[in-house]
């Protein structure tokens, strides 16, 4: 039989680090959510530009507005977008680990200094008490949440093409 200080220690351990393991135990679960859902989310994300971009080059074609727009994969973690006028935009897309960052420069007119004002928009990967998988927007007054690749494409193309 163990010896009583034993057994009171280790009911000591129980009461008071049973809500830090189940807190552990609760991030584990979403660190696997993310690590399962995170890529796919990127993948199609990126996809969803591609379309989105090849469409407002169709919808643009022979208007004074037309301009090349350029939609690069650079690597499966990172894309790149640039248009040359009307508005003008250099933008990188990149996503590591729990995260997608948007670092961009944009401006009405035709293409500026690539370095001045760039600005960046983190999304970060969550998962709900429920399991429900989302991008939530960081580091903003009004954060906004996304739950599918297409809203987040939608909302990165309006943030890079309107003035």
Not at 67 to 96: E, Y
Request: with cysteine.
């Amino acid at each position: 039989m163990a010896k009583e200080w034993i057994a009171n220690l280790a009911q000591d351990i129980k009461q008071k680090n049973h809500d830090a393991a189940e807190d552990y135990g609760r991030q584990q679960h979403k660190t696997g959510i993310i690590a399962n859902l995170g890529m796919p989310f990127f993948t199609t994300l990126v996809s969803c530009l591609e379309e989105d971009v090849a469409e407002i080059r169709r919808e643009l074609q022979g208007d004074l507005t037309s301009a090349d727009t350029t939609f690069q994969i650079v690597n499966i973690n990172a894309a790149k977008l640039t248009r040359d006028r009307f508005p003008w935009f250099d933008a990188h897309l990149i996503h590591h680990d729990n995260n997608i960052v948007l670092e961009y420069a944009k401006d009405r007119g035709i293409a500026g200094d690539l370095n001045l004002d760039r600005k960046m928009v983190h999304f970060t990967f969550e998962v709900a008490a429920d399991d429900a998988f989302s991008v939530q927007q960081s580091f903003s007054e009004t954060p906004r949440s996304f739950q599918s690749p297409e809203e987040l494409s939608r909302y990165i193309v309006e943030l890079l093409f309107q003035p």
